[in-house]
């Protein structure tokens, strides 16, 4: 199927939907979902973004002013995944024990308000990927319109670019324990570091970052194309003293750059 073929699936399959709860990041995928539902379904649409200490105040405004923007049904749950049991050491299936409260709590909400259905916005590039997450989707019977669709990250960006979406070319974000080695206990202090070293890279102009947590020292990850604007002596002066403060002892740059997953790469 081509692109306009992959988009006329995506809105004829939401079309038989009566009623829809989506799960509501502020991403470049669940925006775009949420808008296209929106676009066929209106009213009989609620976005649900939960937030907790492991997701930005940056993502969470964005994802309130996108609905505002658009009049689009929006409900903020709190969701801390630190109180989920087993959450906090880390395991290999930590995106689960996430998602499983995620869509539980969800669930409730649909279930009080008599809508039908859950989705989420996860694609066909996710399939490639050790995504935990999807074992959950699975068992609470979760839609994944965007991947019934066979639609891939690209082709949701350039649909994003057509529809007007501010999202289409924003990085790809995933939510902050993505940043700890399994095994490495997470915090809500941990958490908050990891929050303000990206947040002061991308105030210095970086736009894709990932700033990953090995006890003392924090690894960080930018985009290819970005790694020349790194080396500069008085920014990594500048870094590594605010990292410092932080809680850091050492600050390194990774050399293969930014990619989604790195912390799978030891499994």
């Known amino acids: 199927m081509d692109l306009q073929e992959k988009f006329d699936l995506l809105k004829k399959n939401l079309s038989t939907l009566d009623s829809l709860c989506i799960a509501f990041s ?10 296209a539902a929106y676009d066929v379904l209106g009213d009989k649409v609620l976005a649900i973004t939960a937030r907790s200490s492991t997701y930005p105040e ?9 609905t505002k923007k658009y009049g689009i049904p929006h409900k903020v749950i709190l969701s801390e995944e ?10 290999v299936n930590r995106c689960y024990l996430c998602k499983n409260e995620l869509f539980e709590k969800i669930d409730e909400i649909a279930k009080a308000k008599g809508i039908s259905y859950i989705a989420e916005g ?56 993505s940043r700890f080695p399994y095994g490495q206990k997470i915090t809500k202090e941990k958490l908050e570091m990891v929050d303000k070293a990206e947040q002061f890279l991308l ?12 006890g003392d020292i924090a690894r960080i990850e930018v985009g290819q194309i970005e790694m020349e ?20 002892s050492y600050t390194a740059l990774d050399l293969k750059g930014y990619r989604t997953g790195s912390m799978n ?3």
Request: with cysteine.
């Open 122 to 177: 996860s694609n066909m590039d996710d399939l490639g990927d050790y995504r935990p997450g999807l074992t959950a989707v699975s068992e609470h019977k979760v839609l994944s319109p965007l991947r019934e669709a066979g639609l891939t990250k690209e082709e949701i960006r350039s649909l994003s670019k057509e529809m007007g979406l501010p999202t289409w070319n924003k990085p790809a974000f995933a939510c902050l324990s």
């Open 82 to 91: 630190l109180d989920v049991d087993g959450f906090t050491d880390n395991p």
């Open 58 to 66: 940056r993502e969470y405004k964005e994802a309130v002013e996108f």
């Open 265 to 267: 790469e030891t499994l």
């Open 229 to 248: 604007k790194f080396l500069n002596l008085d920014l990594m002066k500048e870094v590594q003293e605010y990292y410092k403060k932080l809680g850091f």
């Open 203 to 214: 105030d210095h102009g970086f736009r894709q970052v990932r700033v990953r947590h090995h």
């Open 26 to 35: 502020g991403g470049v995928d669940s925006t775009f979902l949420l808008k």
